[in-house]
């Protein structure tokens, strides 16, 4: 309500608040504070699996019984990845029971991340796995037929990553893999090679325990058959090759984990869904040639700063395809190598 002062002077309006009416606050009249409980009654565990937004937690070893959870991730996670091989805290309901649902407070510091991106130019990445400290490349000798290039992607992701790479070569029993497999003959490079009908399972496990293995490869190599080989409960579904295109459909939709035993042993593969292209728009340049050690021994005669492309001047990798020092097999690593570095420079 108004009213006058009475001066006829000023002869100012005033106002009296004292029946405003003034709505409270939904959100309550406290401070909302940053500080976050600590949750020192959490247990730690590792993300074997990712669906829709729920996450299964094995928890560790050292429980009284080993058990998997299903979890959430807590509301200041919510911005941060969490993937497959991650070492998660989780509090709630730890049970394991159906129906129970446990949540994700924090994520331990990662070891190692293997990432990659929609293409070359794109500097976005995408955590595939963490805290893996190997790389099985899966690759048909044919049907689809092996693609070096891909392999090459594969190599300079692991490398950049800390990882180390091995390699199966499948379907042996229908094509000679020898060829192929003489373009990695310089690199420190474990290689299987399997048969259709006869699978080296002991020596492949073998390798894999204690240890944390991501399975790599493109669509319709033979992946999840040789993951169903190792570990009979997977269960991952197979399928075929197109006859026509030369490509696999995909079967495996998201990256899950498996325990693989042997001899009393045991380690994880984590087996990932196969993929046709492999971005590096977030691996620094510098460290594409760490991918071809058979070449950079010869790299170590370039001048600072050298691109090592076709037209860098001086560049001794040229020189050395030019006077003939290198053999076949090492100029067609140097054109893998040099096509990689061209797609980051346009």
């Not at 401070?31 to 996450?55: C, I, M, N």
């Not at 159906?98 to 924090?106: D, M, Q």
């Not at 049907?143 to 199966?168: H, S």
């Not at 971005?279 to 460290?287: A, F, I, R, S, W």
């Amino acid at each position: 309500m108004s009213w006058w002062n009475g001066d006829d002077e000023t002869d100012e309006p005033l106002f009296d608040e004292s029946d405003v009416r003034v709505r409270p606050s939904r959100r309550g009249s406290r401070p909302r504070t940053k500080t976050r409980p600590a949750h020192k009654d959490a247990v730690t565990g590792t993300v074997l699996g990712v669906d829709r937004g729920r996450y299964t937690v094995l928890l560790d070893e050292d429980q009284p019984t080993e058990r998997e959870v299903t979890s959430s991730r807590a509301s200041e996670l919510r911005r941060q990845p969490i993937v497959n091989g991650d070492r998660v805290d989780v509090v709630g309901d730890l049970s394991g029971q159906p129906g129970t649902l446990a949540r994700i407070v924090r994520i331990k510091d990662r070891s190692t991340l293997l990432r990659r991106s929609a293409d070359d130019t794109d500097d976005v990445e995408r955590i595939i796995v963490a805290n893996a400290d190997q790389m099985l490349i899966v690759v048909a000798a044919a049907n689809p037929e092996p693609r070096a290039r891909l392999v090459d992607r594969y190599l300079v992701a692991a490398f950049d990553a800390g990882i180390t790479p091995l390699m199966v070569i499948t379907k042996t029993d229908l094509a000679d893999p020898a060829e192929f497999r003489s373009l990695f003959a310089e690199l420190p490079l474990t290689v299987f090679t399997s048969r259709t009908d006869d699978m080296p399972l002991d020596q492949i496990a073998g390798a894999l325990v204690g240890h944390t293995t991501v399975f790599v490869g493109h669509s319709g190599v033979g992946k999840s058959t040789l993951v169903n080989a190792l570990v009979p409960e997977a269960n991952r579904s197979t399928g075929h090759v197109n006859q026509v295109t030369g490509r696999g459909r995909h079967t495996s939709s998201s990256a899950v984990s498996y325990r693989v035993a042997r001899d009393g042993s045991s380690g994880w593969i984590i087996d990932t869904p196969g993929v046709r292209s492999f971005g590096l728009g977030h691996v620094d340049t510098d460290n594409i040639l760490e991918a071809f050690p058979d070449l950079s021994e010869v790299a170590e005669n370039c001048p600072r700063g050298c691109t090592h492309l076709p037209d860098a001047p001086d560049c001794a990798l040229n020189e050395a395809a030019r006077d003939g020092d290198l053999d076949e097999v090492a100029l067609q690593r140097l054109d893998s190598l040099q096509r990689l570095l061209t797609t980051f420079t346009g």
